[in-house]
């Protein structure tokens, strides 16, 4: 009841490469153990190996094989649901996860492993005391003085690694030790063409920038945005006015990305007025337009309707050449339109009575691809706009909230309408408001995965005032009123009932089974047969357990049935039976055997009798040989 170990699946995927190289050696608990013989792999590898100390390329800082180790560490935290603090829990397909994320990722990892299209992320900017994601591996004061000698040769202090500055080794170290792990876990998650993207300002933009091209690739960066978000505010700056803040984007492999699309804006796709015979909305635009232009092959004659015909006047050219014409007007995508003032003229000269347009249709990337678009509508976004104090009353329940049309803009660009979105810095969740939006506006089922760590509330603040003792609360509540207001503003629209605004709520916690820790002489007839899960976990507890175990998805459906008078859970159809009240009966095997479930699992205490255990796997043989039948 771990997630994945990752040095050993690492090991596994070295012997299949090299086998010479993976050996055997006595691990701490003195058993025999795989290791990697990394001289051999070296040899493997090159003729010429990096000598120690020297020069080389490289970024690291203080503890960063500590927290390399970290992300490789197989956690035994679980995901525990809570309905109560759910919205429409039985059939949503989004997620609200409470916990540290670096524990929730590794949760996830194998159930979502390159299933998540789109990371977002808007992490702490390290601005001094802005995050508490303080892992097992920082740094004592004493320990970094001494990593990093912040005293010379005769004992003076060169820096004071308690002075909270950016010229500060510690500063940067800490940071760097908390998203580092994070950032590798994440990786995993991605699709083949996935995409993760990060909001960061000045503090660590250059830290950042190096941590991603070392894990993700540093042929993978997409784009570097920058945001134009404030402005000095009449503040006189010391040296500058601080009017941006950046948005990094790489990928997971950019070999395997489509074309990116620059979103049109609203106004735009108001243009987009008429409908062809199936429904789709294009709109009629310019075939010849004004151009010096003095390419021959754009200035091509054109038989219109009536015979006549046209080319353009002198400074003007068409759009495509013969050929793409040819094939645009094999398609039924041009439109002729008589006109006496039009940019054509005849064989003689004379003003034709014709012009042409070509059809542009919405769904042509709702943009333009981004080879054919000046590079600063890709680069640059303009300041948004907040909506979160119109959700609560005009309250400032949430410091420092990102802009949902900024996410939205993201999502226009990197998202389908059938992805999975993670963000796992979710504060406010922004996110998961931006993609109910998206949803409602075209119809699409993204599914949001929101992680969030239940950090306190200042007692000062208005939001603590208002109720909300941690952010959590004010991120559940924030998805519960903009799902509301979402279905509200557009209750005309067809399909609108459709539109998921719920979310599962699940909450990290430690695992349902109980640690065990005793040798065989340390039984006895009374601790032999103890129950091995916890007291305080429910069924549900334990059946979210084991979708994970089993790699399912956490918003998979979920029946539950009375079989035999027991309470048995379906989950996605019959993918996965489970049953975990005591008592179980044959009868109770049987019926969920007849069922061919591809999994069954009960607990150990489950069963009313020895001869149900003795007759476990003859009743599925009989009925449903193929289940996988696990004991919890």
């Known amino acids: 009841m771990q997630s994945l170990d990752v040095i050993g699946s690492n090991i596994k995927k070295i012997q299949q490469l090299f086998p010479n190289c993976v050996t055997e050696r006595l691990g701490k608990d003195g058993k025999p153990e795989l290791a990697i013989d990394f001289e051999k792999l070296q040899a493997e590898l090159s003729n010429e190996i990096v000598g120690e100390g020297e020069e080389r390329y490289q970024f690291t800082w203080p503890d960063k094989r500590a927290a390399n180790r970290l992300a490789n560490t197989p956690t035994t935290m679980t995901l525990r649901p809570c309905r109560e603090e759910s919205v429409d829990f039985d059939h949503t397909q989004n997620l609200y996860i409470e916990g540290d994320n670096l524990d929730v990722l590794k949760v996830l990892r194998e159930t979502y492993l390159g299933k998540v299209k789109m990371i977002y992320i808007d992490p702490p900017y390290n601005t001094g005391n802005d995050f508490v994601y303080n892992d097992n591996f920082a740094e004592s004061y004493s320990d970094f003085a001494e990593s990093c000698k912040v005293y010379d040769n005769e004992g003076n202090l060169q820096f004071d690694p308690k002075e909270n500055s950016e010229s500060n080794g510690r500063f940067h170290t800490d940071w760097l030790n908390m998203i580092?792990?994070?950032?590798?876990?994440?990786?995993?998650?991605?699709?083949?063409?996935?995409?993760?993207?990060?909001?960061?300002?000045?503090?660590?933009?250059?830290?950042?920038?190096?941590?991603?091209?070392?894990?993700?690739?540093?042929?993978?960066?997409?784009?570097?945005?920058?945001?134009?978000?404030?402005?000095?505010?009449?503040?006189?700056?010391?040296?500058?006015?601080?009017?941006?803040?950046?948005?990094?984007?790489?990928?997971?492999?950019?070999?395997?990305?489509?074309?990116?699309?620059?979103?049109?804006?609203?106004?735009?796709?108001?243009?987009?007025?008429?409908?062809?015979?199936?429904?789709?909305?294009?709109?009629?635009?310019?075939?010849?337009?004004?151009?010096?232009?003095?390419?021959?092959?754009?200035?091509?004659?054109?038989?219109?309707?009536?015979?006549?015909?046209?080319?353009?006047?002198?400074?003007?050219?068409?759009?495509?050449?013969?050929?793409?014409?040819?094939?645009?007007?094999?398609?039924?995508?041009?439109?002729?339109?008589?006109t006496t003032t039009g940019p054509l003229v005849n064989e003689k000269g004379e003003q034709a009575q014709w012009n042409i347009y070509i059809r542009k249709y919405l769904g042509d990337g709702k943009g333009a691809p981004s080879t054919l678009i000046p590079k600063e509508m890709m680069s640059i976004y303009n300041v948004g706009t907040q909506c979160v104090q119109e959700l609560f009353e005009g309250k400032r329940v949430f410091e420092n909230v990102k802009p949902i049309d900024v996410v939205d803009y993201i999502l226009k660009i990197f998202s389908n309408r059938f992805d999975f979105i993670l963000d796992f810095f979710s504060g406010s969740a922004t996110t998961a408001h931006a993609v109910m939006q998206l949803?409602?506006?075209?119809?699409?089922?993204?599914?949001?995965?929101?992680?969030?760590?239940?950090?306190?509330?200042?007692?000062?603040?208005?939001?603590?005032?208002?109720?909300?003792?941690?952010?959590?609360?004010?991120?559940?509540?924030?998805?519960?009123?903009?799902?509301?207001?979402?279905?509200?503003?557009?209750?005309?629209?067809?399909?609108?009932?459709?539109?998921?605004?719920?979310?599962?709520?699940?909450?990290?916690?430690?695992?349902?089974?109980?640690?065990?820790?005793?040798?065989?002489?340390?039984?006895?007839?009374?601790?032999?047969?103890?129950?091995?899960?916890?007291?305080?976990?429910?069924?549900?507890?334990?059946?979210?357990?084991?979708?994970?175990?089993?790699?399912?998805?956490?918003?998979?459906?979920?029946?539950?049935?009375?079989?035999?008078?027991?309470?048995?859970?379906?989950?996605?159809d019959n993918y996965l039976i489970a049953c975990f009240d005591h008592d179980v009966t044959e009868a109770a095997i049987t019926e969920i055997a007849k069922l061919h479930p591809i999994y069954f699992v009960m607990r150990d205490a489950s069963a009313a009798n020895d001869n149900v255990i003795d007759n476990f796997e003859q009743l599925f043989e009989a009925y449903s040989k193929d289940t996988v039948r696990k004991i919890l």
């Open 180 to 338: 580092y792990p994070r950032l590798k876990v994440a990786k995993d998650l991605l699709t083949n063409d996935g995409i993760i993207i990060i909001s960061i300002d000045d503090n660590e933009i250059d830290n950042l920038r190096k941590v991603c091209s070392e894990v993700y690739g540093e042929q993978n960066l997409v784009t570097c945005f920058i945001w134009n978000c404030s402005t000095a505010g009449g503040i006189r700056p010391k040296y500058a006015s601080k009017t941006h803040e950046y948005i990094l984007v790489y990928a997971k492999n950019i070999d395997k990305l489509d074309t990116l699309w620059a979103p049109l804006s609203n106004d735009a796709i108001k243009m987009y007025t008429q409908k062809d015979k199936e429904g789709n909305l294009y709109r009629d635009k310019d075939f010849v337009f004004k151009n010096k232009s003095t390419n021959i092959n754009q200035k091509y004659g054109i038989k219109c309707p009536d015979g006549e015909v046209v080319y353009p006047k002198e400074g003007y050219i068409y759009r495509y050449i013969r050929e793409s014409f040819e094939e645009a007007l094999k398609n039924n995508k041009v439109t002729f339109k008589k």
């Open 439 to 572: 949803n409602a506006e075209d119809g699409g089922n993204r599914k949001f995965i929101m992680v969030q760590l239940p950090e306190k509330t200042d007692e000062t603040s208005e939001a603590y005032k208002a109720g909300y003792k941690n952010i959590c609360e004010i991120g559940k509540e924030r998805i519960r009123r903009a799902g509301k207001k979402i279905k509200e503003e557009n209750k005309d629209k067809e399909g609108i009932e459709k539109l998921d605004i719920g979310f599962r709520v699940l909450k990290l916690d430690s695992s349902n089974m109980n640690d065990v820790y005793y040798t065989p002489e340390d039984f006895d007839k009374h601790t032999l047969f103890s129950e091995n899960v916890k007291s305080d976990r429910t069924a549900e507890d334990l059946l979210f357990q084991v979708m994970l175990d089993l790699g399912i998805e956490l918003s998979a459906k979920i029946e539950t049935r009375q079989i035999a008078g027991k309470t048995v859970h379906l989950v996605d």
